[in-house]
T-cell receptor, first 111, second 114 residues
Framework: GEDVEQSLFLSVREGDSSVINCTYT??????LYWYKQEPGAGLQLLTY?????DMKQDQRLTVLLNKKDKHLSLRIADTQTGDSAIYFC???????????FGRGTSLIVHP | GAGVSQSPSNKVTEKGKDVELRCDPI?????LYWYRQRLGQGLEFLIY????????KSGLPSDRFSAERTGESVSTLTIQRTQQEDSAVYLC????????????FGEGSWLTVV
């Protein structure tokens, strides 16, 4: 199976919170990332979390890390239409410098 | 410039031709990555450069693919004898530290092989 797994689609109503989930398989992960990709654009680094942290908050974004379950989530508060994009989860394993990416979750925000 | 710069932004080439894609990392970034993203897919690692160390080429899909980097500056990804399955976005990223905690991507080079 894939090292980093994400559901492919998420649809939310404008103003609601979005929660995008990611699971990874290797407990030696050191850094975990969330990237945003808008149509026709490159990847924008949203946030990252080090494996010794459980939570990180940055304005509307909250990252939660459950190391026991190898589960990472990204919560977007007050989701706006401009948040519509593909969100990629990525991990760097201990001893490596190369991020492994999930296939991305397409977030659709509707009025 | 302030970000990772890639050129060309779009390239259409005929099957069998060679192409070169260029990446200018953020100044001072020692680590540089190339990834490939096929339409509707995730990111596929190609190659990693770190300072003057030997590059990690483990992701290159065939010997038609090669990449070079001059010191800690510009990198060029070369695809020889292009095939239609090479059509993809080629993304370059750079990072200021060996641990790679902040990795920044360019806008990508969109390659179409016809």
């Amino acid at each position: 199976g894939e090292d980093v797994e994400q559901s492919l689609f998420l649809s939310v109503r404008e103003g609601d919170s979005s929660v995008i989930n990611c699971t990874y398989t290797d407990s030696s992960s050191t850094y975990l990332y969330w990237y945003k990709q808008e149509p026709g654009a490159g990847l924008q680094l949203l946030t990252y979390i080090f494996s010794n942290m459980d939570m990180k908050q940055d304005q509307r974004l909250t990252v939660l890390l459950n190391k026991k379950d190898k589960h990472l989530s990204l919560r977007i508060a007050d989701t706006q239409t401009g948040d519509s994009a593909i969100y990629f989860c990525a991990e760097i394993l201990g001893g490596s410098y190369i991020p492994t990416f999930g296939r991305g979750t397409s977030l659709i925000v509707h009025p | 410039g302030a970000g990772v710069s890639q050129s060309p932004s779009n390239k259409v080439t005929e099957k069998g031709k060679d192409v070169e894609l260029r990446c200018d990392p953020i100044s001072g970034h020692t680590a540089l990555y190339w990834y490939r993203q096929r339409l509707g897919q995730g990111l596929e690692f190609l190659i990693y450069f770190q300072g003057n160390s030997a590059p990690d080429k483990s992701g290159l899909p065939s010997d038609r693919f090669s990449a070079e980097r001059t010191g800690e500056s510009v990198s060029t990804l070369t695809i020889q004898r292009t095939q239609q399955e090479d059509s993809a976005v080629y993304l370059c990223a750079s990072s200021p530290t060996i641990s790679g905690n902040t990795i920044y991507f360019g806008e990508g080079s969109w390659l179409t092989v016809v």
